[in-house]
Each structure stands twice: as C-alpha cells, then as structure tokens.
Nanobody
Framework: QVQLVESGGGLVQAGGSLRLSCAAS????????VGWFRQAPDKQRELVAT???????NYADSVKGRFSVSRDNAKNTLYLQMNSLKPEDTAVYYC??????????WGQGTQVTVSS
C-alpha cells in the first residue's frame, strides 16, 4: 500500500503559476512510476506528467514547456510546477503511484481553477 496526499491547488488567474505537492508514504523504486493526472468536469481523467524511479519524465502535449514534474526522494514528495496556466488547465489534479506490480495508488485530488 502507498498513501498519497496532494496539496497546493487553488484559484489563479490565467498566466499565473502554482506548485502542487504530493506527499507519499514512500519514494518510488527503480521499476516504479509516479505522476500527475487531471480530470475536468464532464471529461475523462488524463495524464499530465509522470516521472519514473530512474528519473525519466513524460508530459502530455498540452502541458509541454509549461509544466515540470520533479520529486524529492528525501522527502517522499512529488511536485508539479505549473506555469503559464490557462483556463483549460482547470481540473482536479490527482497524484498516482504505480508500483512494480502495476498496481495504481491514487491520492484524493486537489482542485486547480484558472480564471480568464
């Protein structure tokens, strides 16, 4: 089991920045991946960014160049730095931990609202 707690969401104007944090009960091993997903109203949950235990990152095309995923293993914390936010980034953002057996663990989510 892995417990995840997100924080850092809020209301921001278009063009602004936010940093999300996800505190985990442990850091990912070399065969594991952690990442961020989001779900807007009436839409399916979608991948935002992931980072493997080896440090390889992957981003959705819609956030490339604006968002950056990172982790601090000493603090067991995953981050998502979001810059140049747009109204279409409005969603509930979820942290997900994929263990080496392919099991997904989810956080409870944090709301991000970008006003135009």
């Amino acid at each position: 089991q892995v417990q995840l707690v997100e924080s850092g969401g809020g209301l921001v104007q278009a063009g602004g920045s936010l940093r999300l944090s996800c505190a985990a009960s442990r850091s990912p091993g070399s065969l594991e991946t952690v990442g961020w997903f989001r779900q807007a109203p009436d839409k399916q949950r979608e991948l935002v960014a992931t980072i493997t235990g080896a440090g390889r990152t992957n981003y959705a095309d819609s956030v490339k160049g604006r968002f950056s995923v990172s982790r601090d293993n000493a603090k067991n914390t995953l981050y998502l730095q979001m810059n140049s936010l747009k109204p279409e980034d409005t969603a509930v953002y979820y942290c997900r931990f994929d263990n080496r057996y392919g099991v997904h663990f989810w956080g409870q989510g944090t709301q991000v609202t970008v006003s135009s």
